[in-house]
């Protein structure tokens, strides 16, 4: 009896042919687990461990691949659950910037993808990286950035002489468009306004919105030519008042549906290609 139910609780956790497109409730960060039958990808990794979490109840219990992590920019609210999941997972490409941050997590980061020979691509605007059936369309940076040596062992004498980012991480953030059939998910990582305003848009479904609701960002033009049926905020408790009041209310006034991971736990958004729903 044992043995049948284990295999009848297996059963209950193979993979279908649709796109199941989960918002990780990790607290106050971002983590994305996208999932098309037995295919992951990660949009960062939240404040925590939390994400562990997520991928324990989203993944097949067998499945300890994850084909490709995107690393929108390496602050600590979309880095920390990274470090956890490559010690964890094996992870078998990494998409990021190769700007230097100036922190020990950073530092924790690069050793472990160095130790585990990951490969790394930069990408920039036009970019198209397919994967199974999903496609996540490069919208910004425009250029690709930093320099891919800092993925070399420190000792390298190459590496030598690579210095600290010094701008604002927020602005270098990975824009991509997931497209799966006719569904489209945009996801903004934390950028504001000016890079907004830079972006080549078109209409989508979902809008992940950027900063967790920072009052700088998800401006009335940027909304108006996206015409998401659903913004999703990843967000927990902050001091930040995220989110805030102004995009709250910009959302509500063009009558985007608004769900939260603070209220809701987890979001998964589930789609064939033509329809989607929220479960």
């Not at 078998?92 to 997590?105: E, H």
């Not at 990975?174 to 305003?197: H, K, P, R």
């Amino acid at each position: 009896m044992l043995l049948a139910l284990s295999a009848w609780g297996a059963v209950g956790q193979l993979p279908d042919t649709k796109l199941h497109l989960v918002f990780c409730d990790v607290g106050q960060g971002d983590a994305i687990l996208a999932s098309l039958g037995s295919t992951q990808m990660l949009i960062d990794g939240g404040p925590n461990d939390r994400v562990l979490e997520c991928l324990a109840k989203h993944m097949p219990f067998w499945d300890k691949t994850i084909e490709l992590v995107v690393v929108t920019h390496p602050e600590a609210d979309h880095l920390t659950g990274i470090v956890s999941v490559i010690g964890r997972y094996n992870v078998v490409q990494i998409i990021s910037n190769s700007l230097v941050a100036d922190s020990a997590l950073f530092s924790r980061f690069r050793d472990a993808v160095i130790d585990r020979q990951i490969p790394v691509f930069s990408p920039k605007y036009g970019d198209k990286i397919e994967i199974a059936k999903l496609e996540l369309k490069i919208l910004s940076p425009a250029e690709k950035l930093g320099n891919e040596l800092v993925w070399v062992r420190p000792e390298s004498p190459q590496v030598l002489g690579l210095t600290a980012f010094a701008g604002k991480f927020n602005e270098t953030a990975i824009v991509g468009q997931l497209s799966f059939g006719n569904f489209d998910a945009l996801l903004t990582g934390d950028i504001g306004f000016d890079t907004e305003e830079k972006l080549v848009l078109t209409p989508i479904e979902v809008l992940k919105i950027a900063h967790h609701g920072s009052k700088y960002s998800s401006g009335e033009d940027f909304l108006a030519k996206l015409k998401p049926a659903l913004a999703v905020i990843s967000v927990g408790k902050n001091s930040y008042g995220h989110p805030t009041a102004e995009v709250l209310g910009r959302l509500r006034d063009l009558g985007i549906k608004i769900l939260r991971t603070d209220e809701a736990g987890d979001i998964e958004i589930i789609s064939d290609g033509q329809n989607w729903q929220v479960r």
